[in-house]
DNA sequence: CTTAAAAAGCAACACGAGTTGCGATTGGAG
DNA sequence: CTCCAATCGCAACTCGTGTTGCTTTTTAAG
């Protein structure tokens, strides 16, 4: 993946009008996204969109992986509940509006595209491995035992959030959030994820 | 949607022929699940398919819909969390194999589909609206005080086999299922879902 | 057995996604 | 400034999904 030498060069040009245009159509509804209608729209014409991206799916990867490469600070407040809580709002806001959409534009295209999938799963399993940190720190302070599993806890905290993206769609909001972060924090103090 | 009058009437035939052939072409990865496939296997035009269930999604929605008709039980041992592991082995049975890619399909067409979106809603609605007695009857037992959200303990006992499903795709095995249900059931405990 | 309505088959068509070949533009090296 | 390679635009084409008009078959009532 060449990034272009000069900022202001044509292909970085087209790069940007691609990806802005494919992002201001996603938050009008994402039914509506199709690579022809993102080329339009960026003033280009779509063969370049295939050329570059190949997919519908690259260009919403492009645009994942700009949030990837954002720096989401993990809380460490010295407590596990309020850790688990802040980190659960964190997770609210990075799963509501655009990001929201694009993750669910992704999320439903990845069993019918293997790129989908692996960005997809690529792109969380990365966060996950962050948020682990919370646990992690828990356990230096000797909140929860050595051996913890804390892959499992934030799977637990990460789960109801994708139940209402992908499945029902009630909105999430700040008490869900709260609530799964609190179902975690008990779980993870009466055991659940001790070592066997 | 009038059933047909005779149970061997040809309606009837290509009904039944297209609903097994669909489940067949389910069991080999849903990526293949195309109506014109569906019709061919079945034996039948596709026009029949498109004029009967104008969609894929309505064929699916056919299967789904066999399976809401089955009675899943309600585990009532007397004891929350027994019944909780209980229900989250059973859903785990029901989230796995043909059923689990059934409702991969429909969940992953559901924001391009309307009807899709209702039917995956609707189904999962009533099987969580079901699930909520295991609550209830911990509430009637005195296990657990009045007024507590049955509704929201089931949505985060039943999360984390979605994601599972939907995103991460790694196994759903009973190990899984024992730990979402224990979580839950500390959660429970720990008064997490008590009216506030 | 006759008959009219309903549903299925068949073939042609419309439509949009994605592909390909070729000429035109652009960007950087010499 | 010149030139080569990379990339883009353009237009034509393929291919599969879904639609439509019409004919044939089936079904159930009389």
């Given at each position: 993946m060449p990034v272009s030498q000069r900022p202001g060069g044509r292909s970085t040009r087209v790069r940007a009008a691609v990806l802005t245009a494919a992002r201001g159509l996603l938050a009008d509804g994402y039914a509506e996204l199709t690579v022809e209608r993102i080329a339009q729209a960026a003033g280009v014409n779509k063969t370049s969109v295939y050329r570059r991206w190949t997919d519908l799916e690259g260009v919403l990867g492009d645009l994942l992986s700009e949030y990837a490469s954002e720096v989401v600070p993990i809380p460490d407040t010295g407590d596990l509940g309020t850790d688990l809580e802040e980190l659960a709002l964190l997770v609210r806001v990075g799963m509501t509006g655009e990001p929201g959409?694009?993750?669910?534009?992704?999320?439903?295209?990845?069993?019918?595209?293997?790129?989908?999938?692996?960005?997809?799963?690529?792109f969380f399993a990365e966060r996950f491995r962050l948020a682990e940190a919370v646990v992690d720190h828990a356990i230096a302070r000797g909140e929860l035992p050595q051996g913890t599993d804390a892959g499992a806890a934030i799977e637990i905290i990460g789960a109801p959030f994708f139940l209402r993206l992908l499945v029902v769609n009630e909105p999430i909001d700040e008490e869900f959030?709260?609530?799964?972060?609190?179902?975690?924090?008990?779980?993870l103090h009466a055991g659940v994820f001790d070592p066997k």
């Open positions: 959409e694009l993750i669910t534009a992704l999320a439903t295209s990845a069993p019918r595209n293997r790129r989908a999938a692996q960005i997809v799963r690529g959030a709260r609530r799964a972060a609190a179902a975690t924090t008990a779980a």
